[in-house]
C-alpha cells in the first residue's frame, strides 16, 4: 500500500445551495443515486490549497464539458484510468507539502515528489490530455481508514464512480472504498464543491491530514 497523504487541511463547512449545486442535484436522475454512483447534498467550502491552485494555475481549473452526461466507460476507458493511476503511482515519491516546500498546504502538479492531491491533480491532468472531459475527473476528499484527510481523483462515468488512488494501484468503485466521502468538485463548475456527506454540517468539524474527526476525540 502506498504512504498516505498527511498534508491536506481543509475546510468542511456547508454553504446554502447555490444555483449551480441546484442544478446538479436536480440532474441526478434516479438511477444515479445507486450505488455506484455517488449522491450530491449540498454546497460545501472548496479545500484552501484548491482555491490557491487555481489563481497560480486558472488553466487547471476550466471546464472542457461539452454535456452534463456523465462520461461512457468501455473496457478501453476503465484500461486508460487503470494505467494512468498506476502509471503515476509510480513515477511520484509520496511526500509531504512540509517535506518538499516548507509549507502545510500546497496543491501542485507534481513532477518528482508530492503528496495525495497531487497525485490526484497530475492523474487529472493526464487523462484530461487524454480526452477526459472535466465534468468526469472530480478532485474528491474523503476521510480514509484512519479517519485522516485524503485527496483521491474520482472518475464519474455510465457505469458508476471509479477512484484513482495514490494508496492503491487498483482502479475501484467508490462503493468498495474503505472511505468515508466527505466533499468533491462540481461537475458543472470545477471550481465549485459539493457535499457528499448528508450528515448535519456543525456536526462535521475541520479536517486535517494528520488529526482524526475533532468529534470523535
Known amino acids: 500500500m502506498k504512504s ?19 442544478q ?23 479545500p484552501y ?12 481549473c476550466v471546464s472542457t464539458a461539452v454535456s452534463d452526461d456523465r462520461s461512457p466507460m468501455t473496457p478501453e476507458r476503465l484500461s486508460n484510468l487503470d494505467e494512468i493511476n498506476r502509471a503515476v503511482n509510480r513515477e511520484i515519491e509520496p511526500a509531504t507539502d512540509g517535506e518538499i516546500y516548507g509549507v502545510n498546504e500546497l496543491w501542485t502538479v507534481p513532477k518528482v515528489r508530492g503528496d495525495c492531491e497531487d497525485f490526484a491533480l497530475l492523474k487529472r491532468q493526464r487523462l484530461m490530455a487524454q480526452g477526459w472531459p472535466s465534468n468526469a475527473l472530480l478532485l474528491t476528499v474523503v476521510r480514509d481508514e484512519k479517519n485522516e484527510g485524503h485527496a483521491i481523483l474520482t472518475a464519474r462515468t ?28 462540481s461537475y458543472i463548475d470545477p471550481k465549485v464543491w459539493v457535499s457528499l456527506d448528508g450528515a448535519d454540517p456543525t456536526s462535521l468539524g475541520a479536517m486535517a491530514g494528520v488529526k482524526s474527526n475533532p468529534a470523535d476525540r
Open 24 to 46: 446538479e442535484i436536480a440532474s441526478l436522475q434516479p438511477a444515479y443515486r445507486a450505488p455506484q454512483y455517488m449522491r450530491v447534498y449540498a454546497n460545501a467550502q472548496p
Open 49 to 60: 490549497g484548491f482555491v490557491r491552485f487555481c489563481e497560480v494555475q486558472p488553466n487547471e
Open 4 to 22: 498516505s497523504c498527511v498534508s491536506l487541511s481543509v475546510a468542511l463547512s456547508i454553504l446554502a445551495i447555490g444555483p449551480v449545486q441546484a
Open 158 to 185: 455510465t457505469q458508476g464512480d471509479f477512484v484513482l488512488d495514490n494508496k492503491i494501484d487498483a482502479v475501484r468503485l467508490w462503493n468498495n472504498t474503505p472511505y468515508h466521502f466527505v466533499m468533491r468538485q
